[in-house]
């Protein structure tokens, strides 16, 4: 977890910044299940680990694209194009 001080939940608000993305979007991910929301006083939170959980899983997938490109690459060279 990268913020070990922080509160547990976040505003959707929060999340989408955390996200690079618009709070809509947050709340399009709460609605198909992607993360966790809950209403508190009128207001929807996300728990903060889970969202970090997701720029992590996030940065793993972008750090292994150029791999990819290079394998698929590979794979052209050896077997034509797919």
Do not use: N, W
Not at 16 to 33: E, N, Y
């Amino acid at each position: 977890m990268i913020h070990t001080d922080a509160a547990p939940l976040m505003t959707t608000g929060q999340a989408a910044d955390v996200l690079g993305v618009s709070a809509p979007v947050v709340r399009a991910m709460i609605g198909r299940g992607e993360l966790a929301g809950m209403q508190v006083a009128g207001r929807c939170y996300v728990d903060r680990e889970q969202v970090e959980k997701l720029v992590a899983a996030r940065r793993t997938v972008f750090s292994l694209t150029p791999a990819v490109s290079a394998m698929v690459a590979e794979v052209r060279t050896d077997f034509g194009p797919f």
